[in-house]
C-alpha cells in the first residue's frame, strides 16, 4: 500500500528552484521521495542548487522564451507536480505609481506571470492526470500597503490564475501559495529593523523560513482533494 503522505516514485519540478522557497520546496519533495528537477534562468545557479541537493538533476529554462520553455518540458517529460516559484526577485515592490517605471513592470510580468502561463501550457501536456501545479501569490494581495500597488496586482493575478487554471485543467488540481514575509536570500538582506516593521503586528511577529513555506507547497502536491485554493503561509497577516 503507497503512503498518502510520501512523494515516493513521485517526480517534482521545481522552477524558482534554485534559491529561496523553490529551493526549500525542491529540498523537501526529495526528503519526501520525489525525484526533483530544479530549473532556474541561470545555468549556474541550477548547477550550484543540485550540488547542493546530490540525486536532483536540473536545467536553465527562461520563462520568458516561450519556445525555450517548450523544450524544456519536451526534455523533462512525464512528471506529476509542479510548483512555481519564479519571478519574485525582479518585481519592482516599492513606488506609488506615479513613479513606477512601465517598463521594468511589464519585463517584471513578463516573468512573473506570463512565463507561469507559459509553463504552465507546455506542462500540461506532459504532467500526469492526478498530478497538481502549485503558483505562488503573496499577501499584499489581500491586504495591499501604501507605495506597492504593481506587487499587489501581480500577487493578485497568479493567485486569480491559479483558481481559473483549476476549472480548465481538471483533474490537474491547481493551487496558489500566499507567501507573507519569509526570509529568502533577499529579504535576509534587507534592514533588520524594516523587516521587523513588517511583521510587529502579526498574530506570529516574526517572518517565516523558507522550510516553512515549503511545507505548504508539499501539502497541496500530497493532498490530492485540494485544488483551485489559495493557502496563506503568512503568521496570521489576513486576520490583521
Request: aromatic content about 4%; proline content about 5%; overall charge neutral.
Amino acid at each position: 500500500m503507497t503512503n498518502p503522505m510520501s512523494l515516493a516514485g513521485k517526480r517534482v519540478i521545481a522552477i524558482g528552484g534554485s534559491s529561496g522557497i523553490g529551493f526549500a520546496v525542491a529540498a523537501l519533495a526529495q526528503q519526501q521521495g520525489a525525484d526533483v528537477v530544479i530549473a532556474s534562468s541561470n545555468q549556474a545557479n541550477v548547477d550550484a542548487a543540485v550540488a547542493r541537493l546530490p540525486g536532483t538533476s536540473g536545467s536553465a529554462v527562461d520563462l520568458r522564451d516561450e519556445a525555450g520553455v517548450s523544450r524544456f518540458f519536451d526534455q523533462v517529460g512525464g512528471f506529476d507536480h509542479l510548483a512555481i516559484t519564479a519571478g519574485d526577485q525582479g518585481l519592482p515592490a516599492f513606488g506609488t505609481v506615479r513613479d513606477l517605471d512601465l517598463a521594468v513592470a511589464r519585463e517584471a510580468l513578463a516573468l512573473r506571470f506570463w512565463g507561469s502561463l507559459a509553463a504552465v501550457k507546455h506542462a500540461s501536456r506532459a504532467i500526469a492526470a492526478n498530478g497538481s501545479i502549485t503558483l505562488t501569490g503573496g499577501l499584499l494581495a489581500h491586504r495591499p500597503q501604501k507605495g506597492m500597488p504593481f506587487v499587489t496586482a501581480a500577487a493578485g493575478a497568479m493567485e486569480s490564475l491559479a483558481r481559473g487554471l483549476a476549472v480548465d485543467l481538471a483533474p490537474v488540481r491547481v493551487n496558489a501559495v500566499c507567501p507573507g514575509l519569509i526570509l529568502t536570500e533577499r529579504v535576509r538582506q534587507m534592514p533588520e529593523e524594516r523587516v521587523r516593521g513588517y511583521v510587529a503586528g502579526l498574530p506570529l511577529p516574526r517572518a517565516a523560513s523558507p522550510d516553512e513555506a515549503a511545507t505548504t507547497y508539499v501539502y497541496v502536491m500530497l493532498n490530492s482533494y485540494v485544488t483551485g485554493q489559495v493557502l496563506a503561509v503568512d503568521g496570521g497577516g489576513l486576520l490583521v
